[in-house]
Structure formats: C-alpha cells, structure tokens
C-alpha cells in the first residue's frame, strides 16, 4: 500500500468515526458474538451508560431491555417485512433503559456480512420522546373539555361503547348518568358568563371527588354533564347519583354564596340508567336522557331511574 493509500484510509477512517460520535441518532456495532463494539455520544445518552462500561463489555442483550426486545429485533433483521433480509427500517419499538425509564425509539439496522458470513451488525436509533410526548398532548386536548379539563363529548361516545362493550362480554354491570343543570340560564343570564363559567367549574371538581378510578366523567355539551359508572347496578348508581347532588348542594354555599340570594342555588337533575342485554349504547343514552327530563319535569333537583322501555306516544 502506498503512502498516499494509507493517508486516504486513515482519512477516511477518521471521517467515519467523527460521523459516528457526532451522529445525533444512537449508534450500536456489535460484533458476530453480539458484544458491542460501537456506541456514540447519542447511545450513551439515550441509554444512560458511560461508553467506556459498554465497549467490549456488554453484550447487546444487555443493552435491549427487556431482554424479549433484543429477540424481536434480531428476528425482524432475519424476514422481509421491514426492508428486506438482513435489514431493519424505520421500526418503532419500546426500550428501557439504565435508569429504567422507558424510551420510545424508530430503528433502522442492517446486519453486516463478509465474504458472505455474518460478521456483525449496526443499528441507528432514533429518540421518539419529544414526537409521542407532543402526540399525546394533542390526544390529550382533543378529548378533553378547555373549560372544566372533564374529558368531551367526543372521547364519551368512545369511552361509553367501549365500556358498554366490556359489560356485556363479562355479564358486569353498567350504569349511565346523564346530568343537566335546573336553573342555568337565568344564573348565567344574570351574573355573566364569567360566574356561569364557575358553576361549571364546581359541577366537574365535584365530579372528580366523587369518582372512583374506575369510572368516568364528562361534559357533554353545554351545561349537560355524565357519569359512566363501571361495574354498578341501577340501584348503586342511584346511591351515587344521590351522593354527588347532595354534594354539589353542600359544596354551593361555600363556593358561590358570594352571589348573594337574589337567585335560588343551581341544582342537578340526574337521569341514570343500567345497560340491559344486548343494549346498544345510544339506546341506553336516550333511556337515561329521558329519565333526566322526568327530573327536570318532576322540579329537578333529584335523580330519577330510566324506564326499561323507552315509551312510545
């Protein structure tokens, strides 16, 4: 070799390894026993692990956790699903790394082959975080109320069939509360908005200290509200319903008696619900809508149970 051709690799060798340290993706090499042999500044953030612990030391096992990832991932590199036999493209997967937290990654690899043996391979990681952390927030926003943070109409519709889904392949009770407010609109008419807005608020902080972590809260529209309440029967759910008005009254006099009596207290006319076999969830949302307008119709301030049968005129 000449001088000139040894000055050309080693240039070109330096080139490669400051592409590989300055690489703002991880990169992994291991060798055909599966010891890692590369591992920039990107991995050792990514992984938590000092180079100089990994280099030569640990096996990529060691590395992929939990141990079932490294397995998917060399299977993967072995059929033609994700770029062609012996290459990986764009695959997102979970690791955890050595501070156990678990990182999203998209990964591409390829395994490296001499003379037509196997002699390594390469994998280039991508830190997904930032992307999935702004994915759920814009989840989070799409199905969530701006005003009381209870979760929208949208993700009720979701949620209640998913649910109603639950209970009837299980045989577990269901029950649906549908809720309005008695005497709203002259409140806001009255006081504005702005204290309007505040009733609202009280409505769904009291709905949050009424839930258990199994069921779930909503404002549906306007100055109608719901619970889905999971694993109850009508007769429990009437015991709920009765505990949350009650509250709700209590809570009044504390929160908005700076208005003065010039109007009664806003109150909750309740209509519930218990799925029935085979019921479909819209039925089930009419049956207890209907039974909410009986409260309203009866004076409101009470909860009333929903007809088996919607009645027909």
Known sequence: MSNWEGEQLMAGQYFIDKLVELCPDGIIGVNREGTVIIFNEAAERLFK????????????????????????????????QHGGEGRLDEVEVEVVNAAGDTVPIRLSAALLVENGEE????????????????EDELLRRSITDSLTGLSNRRHFH??????????????????????????????NDTY????GDNILRLLSDTMRGSLRNLDHAFRVGGDEFAFVLVE???????????RFRQAFNKAW????????????PVTLSVGLAQLGDGEKPDKLTMRADLAMYEAKKDGGDRAVKARTQIKQD
Not at 119 to 134: I, N, P, Q
Not at 162 to 183: F, H, I, K, V, W
Not at 192 to 195: I, T
Request: proline content about 5%; hydrophobic content about 35%; overall charge negative.
């Open 119 to 134: 002699v390594g391979s390469v994998g280039f990681f991508h830190d997904l975080t930032a992307r999935k952390e702004l």
């Open 192 to 195: 504005g908005h702005h204290e």
């Open 232 to 242: 109850t029967d009508l007769e429990q759910g009437i015991m709920a319903a009765e």
């Open 158 to 187: 979701d949620i209640l069939s998913n649910e109603a889904q639950r209970s009837q392949r299980y045989g577990r009770p269901l029950t649906l509360a549908m809720m309005d407010l008695d005497g709203f609109k002259p409140f």
């Open 49 to 80: 692990r000092d180079d100089q612990d990994v280099l030569g030391k640990l096996h990529i096992t060691d590395i992929y956790q939990p141990p079932d990832v490294a397995r998917q991932i060399k299977k993967l590199l072995y059929d033609q």
């Open 253 to 264: 006099p504390s929160k908005m008696g700076y208005l003065g009596t010039k109007l009664r």
